[in-house]
């Protein structure tokens, strides 16, 4: 029994071709030489993939994948080390090219969910990114299929998403400084797009990657449209994006949406840096678009008494409801972040012209704590038969459950899922992938069903 175990591992690396017989036998030599009296047939899977890791022959994930019998770890030429994360439209992986030796990101679509119209819109990004070359901007640099599964290869991005940045450090904002520096980076990536035509329409902290030197670069172009290709794009006309970042226009008529929708995004994106909090926190996915159109968040000094006023006008401005109130531009939004970029500048203290926020709570009422949301993605369906009513614009839309936080989805905690293609080693460990497979459907697209569901009853 125990060597029918132990076989798995050994059959499927070399299967892979990551591993010649030859680093096998040496490996093996090695742990029974620091073991003696151990023979080679009691050197378990675990023992061996824990030396070929150690030694960097291996990958953490690519030795979890081996011991699952799991020997289809390439795509083309490009050989996957590591699982980075679930989108909205696929899985992506960190690879290494095998010629070139280039670590890169592959967006893949799964099996699962290819779909001719998939097939197309993903399509549609390759060639959108394709066209798109900034320093702020992820770039694409290949893509293809492998058999039927079709991939796009980016540059790789070491560093964190702004989401998962204030996470790290506890929830706790960033200095004025450090945000102004991230968001000025992230409007010069989308100036550049938006003079090309683009809308990237899915503005938001987890599309904002930050480099440990303090790059920014703007990802996932999978929402995004070009304004005079609107009749082929087969997004038009319907609310994408994530709930907590939405435009009011992109909720009332998503056909006609322009740059300072992202403009809207982006200072949204600028409030959670710099309070630790979504503008408009808890509630369902409805509350929030009807709060994008109707409500004002709380002033973001509730939350961090360091912000300037100035500052705060800066980021009421990218808010505004009305887009020809709005800050107009992506270079209008660098050039007013510029002060604050760099050494720290004291500026002089005026009031501000407005007051576009909540006012701050009576002495005695400040029990009240804005809870950080996963940013989704939420189901917006249920916006798009209920958008044309009365309620949006009169505010009595009946809200489902106001007092329940946004669901909540700590994909730390998940198992890395597999590369979604067939395994030329078959083992009856193979009976498993099905089962990956079905597991490797966002999470989030089932609580989206489930919260259409429950909407649409409401609504009848």
């Known amino acids: 029994m125990g060597n029918t175990v132990q076989s798995v591992f050994r059959a499927a690396a070399l299967a892979s071709r990551l591993i010649t017989q030859d680093q096998l036998d040496r490996v093996e030599a090695a742990i029974r030489n620091s073991a003696r009296g151990v023979r080679t047939s009691d050197v378990s899977d675990d023992e061996l993939a824990g030396k070929l890791v150690e030694l960097d022959v291996l990958t953490s994930y690519q030795a979890d994948q081996l011991k699952e019998g799991r020997s289809k770890l390439n795509l083309g030429p490009y050989i996957i080390t590591d699982f980075i994360g679930q989108g909205g439209m696929g899985q992506v992986f960190k690879a290494v090219h095998e010629m070139m030796g280039r670590a890169s990101a592959v967006k893949v679509l799964p099996l699962n969910k290819s779909t001719p119209q998939a097939i197309v819109n993903f399509t549609r990004e390759i060639r959108t990114q394709a066209q798109l070359d900034h ?54 990536g989308l100036h ?34 070009f304004i005079h290709l609107a009749d082929e794009d087969p997004r038009s006309g319907k609310i994408v994006g994530t709930a907590d970042y939405l435009s009011p226009e992109q909720i009332r008529s998503p056909r006609d949406i322009t740059p300072a929708s992202d403009i809207y995004s982006l200072g949204c994106t600028l409030y959670y840096a710099v309070t630790g909090k979504v503008p408009f926190p808890g509630g369902t996915t409805r509350d929030k678009a009807r709060r994008h159109l109707e409500d004002t968040p709380w002033h973001p000094r509730r939350f961090n008494p360091d912000i300037s006023e100035e500052f705060v006008e800066i980021i009421a401005d990218m808010m505004e409801k009305d887009p020809s109130a709005r800050t107009q531009s992506a270079a209008e939004v660098c050039t007013r972040l510029e002060p604050w970029v760099g050494d720290a500048v004291a500026l002089p203290s005026q009031p501000m012209t407005k007051s576009p926020w909540m006012p701050p709570p009576l002495p005695g009422q400040e029990e009240f704590e804005a809870q950080d949301t996963n940013e989704g993605p939420y189901d917006l369906e249920e916006l798009e038969s209920s958008r044309g009513s009365s309620q949006w614009s009169q505010g009595t839309d009946p809200l489902g459950a106001a007092g329940q936080d946004t669901l909540r989805i700590r994909a730390g905690r998940r198992r890395k899922p597999p590369l979604a293609l067939s395994y030329p080693y078959a083992t009856s460990r193979d009976l498993t992938v099905p089962v990956a497979l079905a597991v490797s459907i966002p999470v989030s697209l089932l609580v989206g069903i489930t919260l259409g569901f429950l909407i649409s009853s409401w609504l009848s």
């Not at 058999?147 to 706790?172: A, C, F, N």
């Not at 090309?196 to 329409?201: D, E, K, Q, V």
Request: aromatic fraction near 6%.
């Open 135 to 188: 320093p702020n901007l992820v770039r694409a640099y290949d893509a293809g299929h492998d058999g039927q599964v079709y991939y796009l290869v980016t540059e790789y991005v070491p560093g964190m998403d702004l989401r998962k940045l204030i996470r790290s450090q506890g929830g706790k904002p960033l200095s004025t400084q450090h945000a102004a520096n991230i968001i000025r980076q992230a409007a010069q």
């Open 192 to 225: 550049y797009a938006h003079q090309r035509g683009l809308i990237h329409r899915d503005v938001k902290p987890g599309n904002v990657l930050v480099t440990p030197d303090g790059r920014a670069k703007v990802s996932d172009l999978g929402l995004a449209g």
